[in-house]
């Protein structure tokens, strides 16, 4: 039994504080008003009888017992957000066929995942998952070859197609460890290095020379890489610097100790995942599948990503519907 007094909502409050610091942010992110984040976290250290947090610091930082307290704190709200997850979609038997195509950015947590929770709801059904670009994808989805796909997209509409919004996915400016000393110099810090491309085929690229174009930013055009890995790989052996996503990021782990992420200098963008659908297909199960990857990104993506940047809270979120 709980201790009178620690609820969820007080758990999620004190998730959130301590990844931002914040009350203002913590709000944001919780959905609350600020005052009532403050009385949550009133509510949560008074039942416990400990102080959690550093309240007259700012940023607010964590207490010893507010460290140890994060932990089990993180590891409970994940099951929990993960059991929803998995009851968002529970009766799927009345479909004949699924056919579902996903982005490679969700390769290495979600789309396992991902799977599972799916192939033990499809008790008498066909299913079929592939992994591919977003041009792939969606290209693949018009022509009827899949059911439900989950892309990046430009922002443009997508004629015939029912699109739910997922993600935000910020951009960031990726570096060699120690090349910068100063996010807001890093543009000036890193003249002596060449820009990294992604292939200009992959929509990420060509937003991001979106962006590099309307801050009349000239880079090198001197590499071009088509595999997220090998791009980070030549970014950690300090070949260059490069500008991703969190999405991205995360999947590069092995790297990471070798590799420095900030907010872009440059001007502020962001991507959006999204599941699209056809738009003769009102069943309920496309809105089912994207609350359950909206649940999944956020356990599995989003929360270890602030928790290891912490400039990313409130900008890489999940969107809600």
């Not at 009133?42 to 507010?66: F, Q």
């Not at 962006?211 to 880079?219: A, F, I, P």
Request: glycine share 6%; net charge negative.
């Amino acid at each position: 039994m709980l201790i009178k007094g620690v609820t969820l909502r007080g758990l999620e409050v004190f998730e959130a504080l301590a990844k931002t610091g914040s009350v203002a942010q913590a709000a944001e992110l919780t959905g609350l008003s600020q005052p009532a984040v403050s009385q949550q976290m009133r509510n949560l250290e008074k039942a416990l009888d400990s102080e959690l947090i550093d309240h007259g610091r700012r940023p607010m930082v964590l207490t010893a017992a507010g460290r140890s307290f994060l932990s089990r704190t993180e590891a409970v709200l994940g099951e929990l957000r993960l059991a929803q997850s998995e009851l968002t979609v529970m009766d799927l038997s009345h479909l004949q066929a699924l056919s579902i195509g996903l982005i490679d950015d969700f390769d290495n947590d979600l789309t396992p995942r991902l799977a599972t929770i799916l192939a033990d709801s499809l008790t008498q059904c066909r299913f079929k998952m592939i992994t591919a670009s977003s041009h792939d994808i969606i290209r693949a989805l018009e022509a009827r070859e899949l059911h439900i796909a989950v892309a990046a997209t430009a922002g443009g509409l997508h004629e015939g197609l029912v699109e739910y919004p997922l993600v935000r996915d910020p951009f960031i400016l990726v570096a060699p460890r120690g090349a910068v000393s100063d996010a807001a110099q890093a543009a000036e810090q890193l003249q002596g290095l060449p820009f990294l491309r992604y292939a200009r085929e992959q929509l990420i690229s060509q937003q991001i020379e979106a962006l590099l174009s309307r801050q009349k930013l000239e880079v090198e055009d001197r590499f071009e890489v088509g595999s997220h890995l090998a791009l980070m790989a030549m970014v950690a052996r300090r070949i260059g610097w490069a500008i991703t996503t969190p999405l991205g990021f995360m999947r590069a782990g092995r790297f990471h100790d070798q590799i420095d992420a900030f907010p872009l200098p440059f001007g502020e963008m962001s991507r959006t995942i999204s599941l699209f659908t056809a738009a003769d297909w009102a069943d309920r199960v496309p809105r089912d599948v994207a609350e359950t990857v909206r649940r999944l990104v956020q356990s599995k993506m989003i929360d270890p990503a602030v928790q290891q940047l912490p400039f990313l809270a409130g900008g890489f979120r999940v969107i809600a519907e």
